[in-house]
């Protein structure tokens, strides 16, 4: 009696599981990996693209409701137009107009980068939005009330179910779910990728340009991502009033003082300011910067200690045409990436 | 429907015959105190050392793998979970290891804290959740250990003190391995229970809580309140 009562319930629980896992099957998006990059370092195993999930991400993205008094979202700070950076600012904008402590950077082939923030402050891009969503000068709120927010919502409840098939919404969806869409933020598409797929060919300003840049900037803005994704010291003189030690923050380490992310040349044409505290208004002040201005302090890269840059006018000129070759506007206009209609 | 899910609930079913001798469960259960107290949040206590009365308002903190040893035979049952012990919470003191595979307990060790393995595999969810208020949000990784409250002797703002303590990274790797060793070994039985003590005085005498009463991110100062973490572990026989 007993062991029938077991096979009535073993059957039963085949059915639920037969029926559960056929009606979830996984919606698998046109995604990505991009002829001639690297093997990216995020571990899509742990968290597997779904067209549900990354919509559900794109909405969080553009959604207010992750801030303390529903005026600030993602989106805010960074905008699709820009490559997703804050436009014009120099150091960002949050809650209140409260102004931030860093510019915020652009956001683009995030699935190759082996940590996030100027310091690295932050190790997965699944982690990332809890730090806006929680600074004060930010969005001010924390992950424990937007998932009582959301949980509030109707929207919400439904479509957290779609994309995770569990209509109780936790900090752990949350969080995939953004780093889905951030996932599939993407530039591979400038003159610069069409010329080494040989579709384009490089103006002959473009082309020394290019060598300019092989020579002085590759070692860490390095192709195809246009960063190594290491900390490294530019030579940028500390700003007396910010006094930012970058990584030394994170790690404590005197060898890492004034050491920052390096940050990516794509689409570097629309993401001025620049440098983590965006004390460069346009390319020029990069240049007269990288020709001039470093400091020799202790933990300067040896790269520059090394090599003393040189531009004049015409190499400036080149350069500069060599960087806007980077430029993706079928990422600043995909309509993939923008405001999404509810 | 795969061939893998077909043949994964036959087995599933099977299984369910296969269950009919008896398990051997262990129920471990942590049991904050204050020396001889049992902990009770928001209520005066005192530490041995001083006539000083403080009161504790918060107390968290990760245990995982945990590993239940017969030393004699060499034995092992390994539970990899991380569990969130919170004070506030009794339930969430009591942690079930189901299906026990040995005879005897002689030992149990685990860890305090979260593993660097895991601080770096992105969001995860149940005891793991970044929502359970364990998780530092402006540089990542767990918190593994939270002790906040506030006593007239602290120096500070309401005086208060905050100890969160976690770091992942070398050289600050704020997580410590306990051993612990029973006097009376567990003769394992179908329904198993060991009491563990936690004892938080042990945390607060180990610092001058006048002045050093804030700890709350990674780095030195954390890995010293964490080499005491052992101390404050006693089985309750």
Known sequence: ?342 | MSLKIFIFSWLAILNLFGNNSTENNLQINFQPVVNNISLQLNSKAYSINSKDSFFITTFKMYVGKIVLNDEESKEKFVDENYHLLNAENVESLKIDLKNLSLKKISSVDFFVGVDSIENTKGSMGGDLDPTNGMYWTWNSGYINFKLEGHSPICKSIHHAFEFHIGGYQHPNNSIRKIYLRLKNPIIISEENKLNININLAEILNSVDLRTNNNIVEPGFEAMKLADNFSKMFSIAE
């Open chain 1, 1 to 342: 009696m007993k062991n029938l009562q077991k096979i009535i319930f073993g059957v039963f629980v085949m059915l639920i599981f037969c029926v559960t896992f056929s009606s979830f099957e996984k919606k698998k998006p046109d995604f990505f990996v991009t002829k001639g990059f690297p093997k990216p370092v995020y571990d899509f195993k742990k968290n597997p693209l779904d067209e549900r999930k990354i919509l559900l991400g794109r909405v969080l993205f553009y959604d207010p409701i992750l801030s303390h008094d529903s005026t600030i979202s993602c989106n805010s700070c960074h905008s699709q137009y820009t490559a997703f950076t804050h436009v014009d600012h120099a150091l960002s904008h949050g809650i209140a107009g409260k102004v931030g402590n860093r510019n915020s950077p652009s956001l683009m082939n995030l699935a190759w980068a082996k940590s996030l923030m100027w310091d690295g402050a932050i190790n997965h891009l699944d982690m990332q939005a809890l730090a806006p969503i929680s600074n004060k000068l930010e969005m001010d709120e924390t992950i424990e009330n937007v998932v009582k927010k959301l949980q509030h919502q109707k929207f919400y409840r439904e479509n957290f179910y779609a994309a995770f098939n569990d209509s109780t919404i936790t900090g752990q969806h949350v969080l995939q779910a953004i780093a889905q869409f951030m996932l599939t933020l993407v530039s591979a598409n400038s003159k610069y990728d069409k010329v080494k797929r040989g579709e384009e060919k490089f103006s002959d300003n473009e082309l020394s340009g290019y060598k300019l840049f092989k020579k002085n900037c590759e070692a860490c803005h390095t192709e195809p991502l246009f960063t190594n994704g290491m900390f490294e010291n530019n030579g940028l003189p500390v700003d007396a009033e910010l006094n930012d030690m970058g990584r030394m923050k994170i790690t404590k380490d005197k060898n890492d003082s004034l050491k920052f992310k390096v940050p990516t040349l794509r689409n570097v044409q629309y993401s001025a300011p620049y440098m983590h505290d965006g004390r460069f208004k346009n390319l020029n002040q990069v240049l007269n910067f990288y020709s001039m201005g470093l400091e020799h302090n202790k933990t300067l890269s040896p790269i520059l200690l090394n090599r003393k840059i040189y531009f004049n006018t015409d190499e400036k000129e080149n350069l500069i045409s060599f960087l806007m070759t980077l430029s993706d506007k079928e990422f600043l206009y995909d309509t993939r990436f923008s405001y999404p209609k509810r």
